[in-house]
């Protein structure tokens, strides 16, 4: 019988160490990846930014009022045109 | 002598040879030890000390954006190129391209590096764009690293510039609402330990030691649309009366919050070189005044709520000035007998004192005090004045006399924007927040509603056609406000020839919506008052700010009776 606990757990504490080493290599990996995904995601985020900041440019209100008025020949309404919907 | 097939034994030598090996295995034996038991702690630090690093993971500060979401201040990812001196002054390679990148000479260069031969890290240049950095990478000198760094950009400029402020090099927020905000919007970077080579290239991430938190996102009560046609309208009235400066607040009258504070004159916060401190002062809150005539409603309000007064009463102005103390109190004309509203209207300083000198002496001053003046709006904004008004309840004469029109205290354009909310919301004194609000606002009832409304009728008349505002109308919508022309404020007395022009309003006079206040530094032309200078520029900017917010008119007489049309076609005309 206690042949039996001792190689049991003989054999336990072996496998348990080969998990240590296992759990160890997969945490690695893991953080790896992890490592990987962030930088693809600050990657996004960056560029992101930039658009959001290109787009804003694009779309500041001096230049949007200045093709309306000058290149399209937009204007506003005056009373007199208005129609008003009840 | 040796007989064959036996060996011969030398003990003494087997011995020897046994014992030196024995002696081989203690020593390794104990090696062994020595370096996994006793030096462990010593020899792994060091070996740690020479290829593990911390390394900092940089994080986003948080992003200000308008009440729309449209950005404001955004932080983007840009590269900062550093150098180890000593590597880099080891190495045969040609410095001068590098120079040239740098915008320098290379004998400057090496007398950098040079003067920090010591340290590990020196920065060479900070914040360069991605492709700069490529081209200087590109050129693999040893000992040149890149690190990355955040930059800050406005993209509304310097249209809100004061209002939102700007953060230094190392992102930390230095003046207006990004100091104001500093800990909300500040992010912390992370931490990672990783494997180094010799060559300080990163061969392996080993644990992450604290994960990088970036900034929380700031969403403003701003209209950057308003806030642009504001710029533009303010800074346009600036320049065409040649005026020292100039400031406009606009507040929401349902929420408190600021819709847009502009200011003149301004700078470009994304490119701060040789910028002189004066222009980084948001005029609307750090700047006091006399509000002059703007004051009078308040004198008004305080003659209606003490109910010795309504609107029809008559008060005698003739012969349009008089004398209190030794001091005479002028109207730019008589205006003879004349009702309450109509003091607003022709803003009568004679009318005003009289109203006030028959008040309880103290009166003026509560009402004063509770709409707000003389002290901060408690709006967190850096540097925020609270203006002046005396403490004392022993008012003289001409102290009350003059304080009836504005004079003797002082105010900011944020107060007196505050201020006039409680004609525009009957009564009640809202919080200024320059956040977005959501939900209800609870403010404090400093008049009565009913005296408010009487209040806003006669501002109301001030606008229209032979008031001192006409120029403040805005088609379609009725408005109501008040112009002031203050005498500016000099050693040894007021100016003759320096003045401020002010216009205080708010619209649609039916359900008022967005209260606005106007002040314009020293205009130097042949106008200057407030009716001529200021309130054109709220006529302009109040017209496209009912239009972008949507808010409906309230004065469409020649629509009512001509072009209306139905929604939809009736179902049974379709044929």
């Known amino acids: 019988m206690k042949n039996v606990i001792f190689w049991l757990l003989f054999i336990s504490i072996f496998i348990s160490a080969l998990e240590v080493v296992i759990s160890r290599h997969d ?50 309404p005056v009373d007199s045109v208005l129609v008003i919907e009840k | 002598m040796t007989e064959p097939g036996k060996p011969v034994v030398y003990e003494k030598r087997r011995w020897l040879v046994l014992s030196l090996y024995l002696a081989g295995m203690f020593l390794l034996m104990w090696r062994a030890v020595d370096l996994q038991v006793i030096s462990k702690d010593f020899l792994q630090e060091h070996g740690d000390a020479r290829a593990l690093r911390v390394v900092q993971i940089p994080a986003h500060r948080g992003m200000i954006m308008d009440r729309n979401g449209e950005p404001l201040a955004v932080s983007t990812l840009v590269n900062s190129i550093w150098a180890t001196p000593r590597r880099v002054l080891g190495s045969d390679v040609d ?89 909300w919007l500040k992010s912390s970077p992370g931490k990672k330990r990783v ?50 400066g100039g400031s406009l607040v606009m507040l929401d009258t349902k929420t408190g919050e600021v819709v847009s504070m502009v200011g003149q004159p301004s700078y470009n916060p994304n490119n701060r070189s040789d910028m002189k401190g004066e222009y980084y002062r948001n005029r609307a809150v750090t700047d006091v005044f006399e509000p002059g005539s703007t004051l009078k409603p308040f004198t008004i309000a305080t003659a209606l709520e003490s109910g010795a007064y309504t609107p029809m009463t008559m008060i005698d102005t003739r012969p349009g000035y008089f004398k209190v103390g030794n001091h005479t109190i002028r109207d730019i004309r008589n ?114 509603a009913e005296h408010a409304k009487q209040v806003r009728t006669m501002l109301e008349t001030a606008v229209e056609k032979e008031g001192t505002g006409q120029r403040a109308a805005v088609s379609s919508y009725r408005v109501a406000g008040k112009t002031g022309t203050v005498h500016k404020a000099t050693s040894g007395g007021y100016s003759e020839d320096r003045y401020l022009s002010l216009f205080a309003g708010f619209a649609p006079v039916e359900d008022p919506r967005l209260v606005m206040v106007i002040m314009i530094d020293e205009p130097k032309g042949q106008q200057y008052y407030g009716g001529q200078v200021a309130a054109p520029v709220f006529s302009k900017v109040m017209t496209g700010a009912l239009r972008l917010m949507d808010i409906p008119p309230d004065n469409l007489p020649g629509l009512k009776d001509n072009i209306i049309a139905g929604k939809t076609q009736p179902a049974g005309s379709l044929e």
């Open chain 1, 27 to 76: 945490a690695r990996k893991l953080f790896v990846e992890i490592q990987m995904l962030e930088k693809t995601r600050d990657n996004l985020n960056e560029e992101w930014t930039r658009l959001l900041l290109e787009q804003s440019t694009w779309a500041t209100d001096v230049r949007i009022e200045a093709i309306a008025r000058n290149e399209l020949g937009m204007k506003l």
């Open chain 2, 95 to 183: 410095l001068s391209p590098l120079a040239a990148y740098l915008d320098t000479s290379v004998e400057e260069l090496v007398k950098l590096l040079k003067e920090r031969i010591g340290r590990d890290f020196v920065y060479l240049k900070r914040h360069v764009n991605p492709a700069l950095a490529d081209q200087v990478m590109a050129m693999n000198i040893p000992g040149v690293s890149l690190e990355q760094e955040f930059r800050r950009y406005y993209p509304a400029g310097e249209v809100a510039a004061h209002l939102i402020g700007f953060t230094n090099i190392d992102d930390a927020g230095q003046e207006g609402l990004e100091l104001a905000y500093n800990e």
């Open chain 2, 195 to 244: 494997l180094k080579d010799r060559l300080g290239r990163t061969v392996e991430n080993i644990e992450s030691i604290s994960t990088p938190s970036p900034g929380e996102n700031l969403a403003l009560s701003i209209d950057r649309r308003i806030q642009y046609l504001a710029y533009r309208e303010l800074k346009a009235a600036v320049q065409a009366h040649s005026a020292r």
């Open chain 2, 335 to 448: 205006y003879g007998v004349i009702d309450v509203a109509t003091v607003i209207k022709k803003s009568s300083n004679v009318g005003a004192s009289k109203i006030a000198l028959s008040l309880e002496p103290n009166q003026l001053r509560k009402t004063l005090s509770n709409a707000g003046f003389g002290v901060a709006t408690g709006s967190g904004f850096p540097g925020e004045a609270s203006g002046y008004l005396s403490a004392s309840n022993n008012w003289s004469e001409v102290g009350l006399a003059t304080l009836a029109f504005g004079y003797g205290l002082s105010v900011t354009v944020l107060q007196l924007a505050q201020a006039y909310q409680i004609f525009a919301t009957d009564g009640l004194m809202l919080p200024v927040s320059f956040i977005k609000v959501n939900g209800p606002v609870t403010g404090k009832q400093v008049i009565t």
